[in-house]
């Protein structure tokens, strides 16, 4: 998707571009948009996650009332080693 077409550009986006692009479709509420991102970030592109987006995508599934996903990516945080901060419990 976005990663095809900056490769035809001759871009890349980094890890830090994939967090701001992951936010922005968390902050309006297409968490499908966001989905597609971060499994193109772990399957296409394979980089890892960082709290920052973890923490978009659990705020943007819990102000959707989807707290199993909420759950499963906070999970999936802590087991890939990133232990949550205080953030994760203010938000």
């Known amino acids: 998707m976005l ?28 968490m499908t948009g966001a989905g597609e991102l971060f499994n193109e970030l772990l399957l296409e592109v ?18 959707q009332k989807n707290m199993d996903t909420a759950l499963s990516l906070y999970e999936r945080m802590y087991k890939e080693g990133d232990p949550p901060d205080i953030l994760h419990y203010i938000n």
């Open 46 to 63: 394979g980089l890892r996650p960082n709290l920052v987006i973890y923490n978009s995508l659990i705020s943007g599934s819990l102000s």
């Open 3 to 30: 990663r095809k077409f900056m490769e035809e550009e001759g871009l890349a986006l980094d890890i830090h571009d994939y967090g701001a692009l992951i936010d922005w479709f968390c902050r309006n509420g297409d």
